[in-house]
């Protein structure tokens, strides 16, 4: 009889470690309740047109103390006298893209096969400068027909737009304060900023408001990114 009491007691003790297991186990497995982390914010500073010497030099410096990597979309005709500019942009981590190797519309967008031309010329002089292909592209002057882009995709680019701009090209003697107040006002709103820019020659405000720009977008939570 003893025994048995033994045995039933021994019994119930083993159901209550169980016991306790188990909603241990029911508690840990119950969702806590949390609100999902927004999407990160980011902005991608680009630059049309160059490189320049004085221009991109300066914006190259800007970036450099700033810590930030942005895009650089190169006329090759361009560049073809500032190679130590085109290897400083690459050296310093930044993505070199296709821009166009003349910049003038008529002949690149002549036909098709002019575009894809004037493309990969743009291309194949990156690379041979720098020792690595491009394989991003933003189309000059504008944002391309549906074909187009098709056709340079097909290419193995990415093809780049925009969706907010500093205003260096739309506002004729823009101030370094006018491009710092546009480039907040076309971004806003917008959790992924693609921002518009220059670095040809005539664009020295552009290199004046980046600071502040890039002050701006800091404040606001943005991290930078490059394409």
Same mark, same amino acid.
């Given at each position: 009889?003893?025994?048995?009491?033994?045995?039933?007691?021994?019994?119930?003790?083993?159901?209550?470690?169980?016991?306790?297991?188990?909603?241990?186990?029911?508690?840990?497995?119950?969702?806590?309740?949390?609100?999902?982390?927004?999407?990160?914010?980011?902005?991608?500073?680009?630059?049309?047109?160059?490189?320049?010497?004085?221009?991109?030099?300066?914006?190259?410096?800007?970036?450099?103390?700033?810590?930030?990597?942005?895009?650089?979309?190169?006329?090759?005709?361009?560049?073809?006298?500032?190679?130590?500019?085109?290897?400083?942009?690459?050296?310093?981590?930044?993505?070199?893209?296709?821009?166009?190797?003349?910049?003038?519309?008529?002949?690149?967008?002549?036909?098709?096969?002019?575009?894809?031309?004037?493309?990969?010329?743009?291309?194949?002089?990156?690379?041979?400068?720098?020792?690595?292909?491009?394989?991003?592209?933003?189309?000059?002057?504008?944002?391309?027909?549906?074909?187009?882009?098709?056709?340079?995709?097909?290419?193995?680019?990415?093809?780049?737009?925009?969706?907010?701009? #500093?205003? /260096?090209?739309?506002?004729?003697? =823009?101030? %370094?304060?006018? *491009?710092? !107040?546009?480039? @907040?006002?076309?971004? +806003?709103?917008?959790?992924?900023?693609?921002?518009? #820019?220059? /670095?040809?020659?005539?664009?020295? =405000?552009? %290199?004046?408001? *980046?600071? !502040?720009?890039? @002050?701006?977008?800091? +404040?606001?939570?943005?991290?930078?990114?490059?394409?």
């Amino acid at each position: 009889m003893q025994k048995k009491k033994l045995l039933i007691a021994l019994l119930f003790a083993v159901f209550l470690v169980l016991l306790s297991h188990v909603g241990t186990r029911m508690t840990a497995v119950q969702p806590a309740f949390s609100f999902a982390a927004e999407e990160e914010k980011q902005v991608f500073l680009t630059f049309d047109d160059g490189p320049s010497t004085v221009v991109t030099n300066r914006i190259l410096d800007v970036l450099s103390r700033e810590k930030v990597q942005a895009t650089f979309f190169i006329v090759s005709d361009r560049a073809e006298t500032r190679k130590e500019t085109l290897l400083r942009i690459a050296r310093e981590g930044h993505t070199l893209g296709v821009h166009s190797k003349t910049h003038e519309y008529a002949k690149i967008y002549a036909s098709n096969a002019s575009l894809l031309a004037d493309a990969r010329a743009c291309a194949a002089f990156i690379a041979s400068v720098t020792g690595k292909m491009p394989d991003v592209y933003r189309f000059p002057g504008g944002q391309g027909t549906r074909a187009q882009r098709e056709l340079l995709e097909r290419e193995g680019f990415r093809v780049v737009s925009w969706n907010a701009s #500093c205003g /260096d090209e739309e506002i004729a003697g =823009a101030s %370094a304060d006018m *491009l710092v !107040r546009k480039s @907040a006002e076309s971004a +806003a709103n917008k959790r992924r900023v693609v921002l518009l #820019c220059h /670095d040809s020659a005539p664009h020295r =405000a552009t %290199a004046e408001a *980046l600071p !502040r720009i890039i @002050a701006h977008f800091r +404040a606001q939570g943005y991290c930078f990114c490059a394409f």
